[in-house]
């Protein structure tokens, strides 16, 4: 069994103005800053960016949120030192329809080595005691090939908790040319087991 655990340390500060205008929606501005650290081996990854963002209302039922901005990466392992930095974006489409919502959206990012072009539907479908959220789109990794990614998750809020079943892949860069396919399964009951009450029973 090649199975291991890698002790690693994540942090991240990001500091948003924003300015609000009745007609035109609203601005704002992201600074960000992260990074992430592994012991064995020895890794540090150190991303900065600065971001300019605009959620605008197209119609009563239609919104469009934009960010432009400028991102570097650092990544320093024991064999090598890569730097990554250039433009990233995103513009995302959402509409509220009568029993959810659904979406559309086209991202750049930057992974170690390279930029990320991701696109994305999503659907959001609303079914009174029963939620599903759905998603479906591409991701490509500058010089990489194309690859499917997805999730599909489905709650039924019953009279003994709730209930889920999530599922779906995911595509990322671990490092320089390597790139991870993740896919998962997940099933999820929460119910509670009993009722406190401090102070005064309200029946009473």
Do not use: C
Not at 34 to 59: K, V
Not at 103 to 121: E, H, V, Y
Not at 161 to 188: M, Y
Request: glycine share 8%.
């Amino acid at each position: 069994d090649d199975t291991s655990f890698v002790d690693n340390r994540n942090l991240a500060v990001s500091a948003t103005a924003r300015l609000r205008f009745p007609a035109y929606g609203e601005m704002r501005l992201i600074a960000a800053q992260s990074r992430y650290e592994e012991d064995d081996p020895d890794l540090q990854r150190d991303t900065e960016s600065l971001t300019l963002g605009w959620a605008l209302p197209l119609t009563p039922t239609s919104n469009l949120d934009t960010e432009l901005g400028y991102e570097r990466v650092d990544t320093v392992d024991t064999v090598d030192a890569t730097l990554t930095e250039g433009l990233v974006g995103k513009a995302a489409l959402t509409w509220e329809l009568s029993n959810g919502t659904a979406g559309l959206s086209i991202a750049q990012t930057n992974d170690p080595g390279a930029s990320r072009l991701t696109l994305q539907a999503d659907r959001f479908l609303d079914l009174g005691n029963q939620t599903v959220t759905a998603s479906l789109g591409a991701t490509q990794q500058a010089g990489g090939t194309v690859a499917a990614i997805g999730a599909l998750k489905w709650t039924y809020e019953a009279d003994f908790g709730d209930f889920s079943v999530d599922l779906g892949r995911s595509v990322a860069a671990d490092g320089v040319d390597a790139e991870v396919t993740t896919d998962h399964l997940t099933l999820d009951l929460n119910r509670p087991l009993a009722d406190f009450w401090i102070g005064t029973d309200p029946q009473h």
